[in-house]
Nanobody
Framework: QVQLVESGGGLVQAGGSLRLSCIASGRTFSSYAMGWFRQAPGKEREFVSA????????YYADSVKGRHTISRDNAKNTVYLQMNSLKPEDTAVYYCAAHPSLHTIVNRRTGDYWGQGTQVTVSS
C-alpha cells in the first residue's frame, strides 16, 4: 500500500512558476514509477509527466514539454513537478500517481495509487 500526498499548488499569475511535491509513504518508493496528471473542470483527466523509479527516464505531454520538469528524490520519498511559464490553461487539480510500471503510467495513463490532488490556478 502506498499513500500519496501532494502539496505546492496555489494561485499564480501567467508566466509564473510553482513547484508541486508528492510525498509517498512506504519503504519501496524507488520501485515505483511516478506520474503527474491534471483535471480541469468539465474535462477528462490528462497525463502531464512521468518518471521512472530511478529517475533515469522522463516523459512529458506535448502541452508542458519545455516548461515543466519532473524529478524525484528517492531518499525523501518525494516526486516533484517544477512548473514554469505557467499559462491559464494549466489551471487544474494536479494529482500524482504511482505504479510499478512506467509503461502503464505513460501509455495507459493510469496508476495504482493516487493522491488527493492539489489545486493550481493560473490567472491571466
Amino acid at each position: 500500500q502506498v499513500q500519496l500526498v501532494e502539496s505546492g499548488g496555489g494561485l499564480v499569475q501567467a508566466g509564473g512558476s510553482l513547484r508541486l511535491s508528492c510525498i509517498a509513504s512506504g519503504r519501496t518508493f524507488s520501485s515505483y514509477a511516478m506520474g503527474w496528471f491534471r483535471q480541469a473542470p468539465g474535462k477528462e483527466r490528462e497525463f502531464v509527466s512521468a518518471i521512472s523509479g530511478n529517475g533515469g527516464s522522463t516523459y512529458y505531454a506535448d502541452s508542458v514539454k519545455g516548461r515543466h520538469t519532473i524529478s524525484r528524490d528517492n531518499a525523501k520519498n518525494t516526486v516533484y513537478l517544477q512548473m514554469n511559464s505557467l499559462k491559464p490553461e494549466d489551471t487544474a487539480v494536479y494529482y500524482c500517481a504511482a505504479h510499478p510500471s512506467l509503461h502503464t503510467i505513460v501509455n495507459r495513463r493510469t496508476g495504482d495509487y493516487w493522491g488527493q490532488g492539489t489545486q493550481v490556478t493560473v490567472s491571466s
